[in-house]
């Protein structure tokens, strides 16, 4: 099952950087390195088992966008799953940006009508993550999009943002995304833990979670952001790991509050059990992962 995923959006506005990061492993600080994308450069990215991430990198020269639009106009467009456009928040040519955003939205709707859209007001850290900004460029970005559905998210490489936007993105990819919700719930409950996420293992993005409910919101009353936190940290550590010549494997934290396992879980995911009773130990989680695996593969 091959998702194709369009990423567009005007020349130096983050595009590369981000897939870097994501898929690539690479430090926020390499990325300064890069150069501008030539035509369009795809990758296929396993994601789960059989869902493999068909990644349009479009670079977003002016000469590019106008071959996109016009002779490359069906190559493009068709068979997309998603498309995600990334606006530069400090962008000096915001008329520009949302005259190709217009022209690039009709060529979709052409296309592959049912594609998602996802925008994204990138490198928030210039504005400090003004949430004032990001709200005045949200109404102008669904303002240009019409009637077509769009979720925009404020997006940088210096934090975990990225991690919450890419994890949403994908997320609507998984097929069978309710029915990994539901065997988390599940499992969390036979392990008497608060929380189970399961993180795909290559780029630790979330692909489901014990706590979300159908309306998508979860309702533990813990940090909203502790996903992502978590995606963003351990890529740290196993950059630490990579550094050190040392493969990551595992994780265990035993505190006096909780107990946290982070294991493998499938080939492609590792899952991370969270439990707040201080009679559940480690080895009981490990074991117990062990014993679901065959049910998650
Ligand atoms: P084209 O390949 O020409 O289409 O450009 P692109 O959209 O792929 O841009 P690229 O990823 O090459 O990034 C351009 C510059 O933006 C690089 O110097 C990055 O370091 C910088 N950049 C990317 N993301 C961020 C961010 O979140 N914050 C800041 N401050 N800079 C960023």
Redesign the pocket.
């Known amino acids: 099952m091959k998702k194709k995923v369009l990423l567009m959006?005007?020349?130096?506005?983050?595009?590369?950087?981000?897939?870097?990061l994501i898929f690539s492993n690479n430090p926020?600080s390499m990325?300064?390195r890069?150069?501008?994308?030539i035509d369009v450069e795809q990758n296929h990215v396993r994601f789960l088992g059989d869902l493999i991430l068909n990644l349009w990198?479009?670079?977003?020269?002016d000469a590019?966008m106008d071959t996109y639009l016009t002779t490359q106009r069906s190559t493009i467009f068709q068979h997309v799953g998603v498309l995600i456009y990334?606006f530069?928040v400090e962008s000096r040519e915001m008329s520009k940006d949302l005259e190709y955003y217009t022209d690039c939205l009709d060529g979709l709707i052409s296309y592959s009508k049912d594609a998602s859209v996802f925008l994204l007001v990138?490198?928030?850290?210039?504005v400090r993550g003004d949430s004032e900004v990001f709200e005045k460029k949200r109404k102008e970005l669904l303002a240009a999009t019409g009637a077509k559905e769009a979720t925009v998210f404020p997006?940088?490489?210096?934090d975990e943002s990225?991690y919450k936007a890419w994890s949403s993105i994908v997320h609507t990819l998984i097929p069978n995304a309710a029915v990994l919700t539901k065997h988390l719930k599940t499992f969390a409950g036979i392990c008497c833990a608060t929380e189970v996420v399961l993180f795909e293992r290559t780029t630790f993005l979330v692909i489901a979670t014990s706590s979300q409910s159908d309306d998508g919101t979860d309702d533990l009353g813990m940090m909203a952001t502790r996903y992502e936190r978590t995606s963003d940290l351990i890529k740290a550590f196993k950059q630490s790991c990579a550094r050190a010549r040392e493969e990551f494997c595992a994780l265990e934290v035993e505190l006096p509050d909780f107990t946290a396992v982070l294991d493998e879980m499938t080939r492609n995911t590792y899952v991370l059990v969270v439990a707040h009773d201080p009679l559940v130990q480690t080895a009981a989680l490990r074991l117990n992962i062990r014993m679901a695996r065959s049910r998650f593969e």
């Open positions: 959006g005007a020349s130096g506005s983050g595009k590369t950087s981000m897939r870097s926020a990325t300064a890069l150069g501008a994308t990198d479009c670079g977003g020269q590019f990334v530069d990138h490198k928030m850290d210039l997006t940088s490489i210096y990225l």
